[in-house]
């Protein structure tokens, strides 16, 4: 397994230019590095062929692979949508993600889940919201975790043409060499490992994987080392966060209750060798929290390679 780091952890701001999180990497001695798009404006006018050339020159000048190019779920929502004009510009968004995606170099495209359409909550992230006070939350509408589903609600067809979305991005980065790796969050279309699993054999292509993130699927209440057993070959990149088990789930390595030992020793087990990548954002000490996270981790994978 290899070790890298999301841009979003390397600078200040989580959006473009990305040119100092590259350098940052290089610097701290990642093996590689997460490029993202955080909304249609940033993918169409940031990552143009020429920036896409200038961005694979510098990483390869860091010696350092883009390991994979993530657009924010907000920029292709229509992939979730029953109308299909606004599915065809979702459909559209993600294809030309794609596209970036090779011209960076990069193997891998990566999109979160989306939520139905029209769910609302208190706040601005609805996977976030998981306790009536939270990260985000400027105030308490109510004592009860409450969502507003929209009316009418037919989970069927939701799912039924979420997956026809999943297909056809899947067989767009098929025909491009790519892979599609597809991450649950709390309170999407397809959220936990079993959703993963079910989505799977709907869409048996191998161009399908899963970005596994720990904390998202701890936020679930999985045990992170069964989900891998279940999962298996279709990771296809892994995201590592730490977290409380309680409000905080984006908490660095080894300062919560996640079991990343066992986590790494079933990622061993199921024959996983790719990326193990921090994604943190908004602490101060940023560069910090990634430096000790990467020693925190090599130290786990040095006790994994010892012969018993």
């Given amino acids: 397994m290899k070790i890298g780091c999301h841009a979003a952890a390397l600078q200040k701001v989580r959006k473009a230019p990305y040119h ?18 955080m909304d249609l404006a940033e993918l169409n006018d940031y990552y143009t062929d020429e920036r896409c050339a200038a961005l694979r020159a510098q990483a390869e000048n860091n ?25 065809e510009q979702g459909l559209k968004a993600f294809f030309r993600a794609a596209d970036v995606c090779g011209k960076l170099g990069c193997g891998i495209v990566n999109l979160v889940a989306h939520w139905p359409v029209g769910l609302t909550c208190p706040h601005p992230y609805p996977p976030s919201y ?23 609600f037919d989970a069927d067809a939701i799912w039924e043409n979420y997956v026809d979305s999943l297909a056809q991005v899947t067989r767009y980065c098929e025909e491009k060499g790519i892979k599609f790796a597809l991450e649950g969050h709390a309170h999407v279309i397809v ?25 998202w ?5 999985e045990y992170l080392p069964m989900s891998v057993y279940k999962l298996k070959d279709r990771i296809g990149h892994v995201h590592l966060r730490d977290s409380d088990g309680l409000l905080f789930y984006g908490a660095p390595v080894g300062q919560g209750i996640i079991d990343m030992r066992g986590l790494i020793q079933t990622l061993r087990e199921v024959g996983y060798d790719g990326f193990l990548s921090f994604e943190y954002s908004g602490f101060e000490d940023y560069l910090g929290v990634a430096g000790q996270s ?5 130290r786990i994978l ?4 010892i012969a018993p």
Avoid: W
């Fill in 20 to 37: 100092e999180a590259i350098e940052n990497a290089g610097k701290l001695g990642f093996e590689g590095l997460e490029l993202i798009a």
């Fill in 63 to 87: 010696d350092l692979v883009i390991s994979q190019f993530a657009l924010y779920s907000t920029a292709c929502e229509g992939m979730a949508s029953l109308d299909p004009s606004e599915k």
């Fill in 130 to 152: 998981i306790h009536p006070i939270g990260r985000g939350m400027m105030s308490t509408p109510s004592p009860k975790m409450v969502m507003k589903i929209p009316q009418p």
């Fill in 191 to 215: 959220s936990g490992t079993d959703a993963m699993l079910r989505l799977f054999d709907r869409i048996p292509s191998k161009a399908l994987v899963i970005n596994f993130d720990t904390s």
């Fill in 217 to 221: 699927h701890f936020i679930q209440r």
């Fill in 294 to 298: 990467k020693d925190y981790i090599e």
């Fill in 302 to 305: 040095e006790e994994h390679t």
